[in-house]
């Protein structure tokens, strides 16, 4: 069986690895008189994994270092980060996202709870739908999304997660892009410039955001 696994390319050997030990991890739970978890469950417990070590690998082997401090977009753009939290111990988590024209100044900001959600890859992704949701309904048509969660690019820069439990959602966020914005980039950025976000802009979040652009420790 090894032999075998080992004849597959290094992305389906991962795939196979952590399907089985998941799978293990499964079997032990449920003999020592856990609940069994669902098909579904188990379908995102391997994604999620495979994500997150693929994530980590992709990080080891970027060249370019990541910008440091949080960049404003060029003049006739709006640039969007976004975040997701998620708590695998209720299955719940929330999101937000902020926006901020060319010189870094607030525009909108919004969050809200999850009260079902599965991984974190799945925290980030709706919080890319709700956020873009967002900026269609104010009319931006021209906007750089940003986020921390690299497999999230990955997802909506291409369709190679289209067959994974989040397919359908990713799909969505993409439609949504297509359907109602003129230009939308979609760009991976550190945790460190993706850290802001609020629903309404009073003082101290103002010097915040301003610290944000400036690059100064808050």
């Known amino acids: 069986m090894m032999q075998k696994i080992w004849s597959f390319s290094v992305t389906i050997q991962l795939q196979v690895v952590v399907f089985l030990w998941r799978w293990w991890s499964a079997r032990n739970k449920i003999n020592a008189g856990e609940r069994r978890i669902t ?15 693929t994530k980590k690998e992709t990080n080891k082997s970027m060249m370019r270092p990541t910008p440091k401090n949080w960049e404003p977009p060029q003049e006739d753009m709006y640039k969007i980060n976004i975040d ?12 937000g996202f902020l926006v901020r024209d060319s ?6 900001g919004g969050c809200g709870n999850l009260c079902r959600v599965a ?6 992704a709706l919080a890319a739908l709700y956020s873009l949701e967002r900026a269609a309904l104010l009319g931006m048509t021209r ?4 986020t921390d969660a690299t497999e999230l690019v990955r997802g909506l820069t291409s369709e190679d997660l289209d067959h994974s439990v989040d397919g359908i959602l990713l799909k969505q966020i993409r439609d949504l892009i297509e359907s109602d914005f003129v ?12 850290k802001v976000f609020m629903s309404q802009a009073p003082t ?3 010097d915040l955001v301003s610290s944000d652009l400036a690059g100064d420790e808050v």
């Open 39 to 53: 098909c579904q469950e188990f379908c995102s417990l391997v994604t999620f994994y495979v994500a997150d070590f």
């Open 84 to 95: 997701g939290a998620f708590k695998s111990a209720t299955s719940k988590g929330g999101w």
């Open 103 to 108: 010189v870094g100044v607030f525009l909108e």
């Open 119 to 124: 991984t974190s890859f799945q925290a980030e």
């Open 143 to 146: 906007i750089i999304l940003e």
């Open 183 to 194: 230009y939308c980039e979609i760009r991976h950025c550190s945790r460190n410039c993706n």
């Open 204 to 206: 101290f979040i103002s």
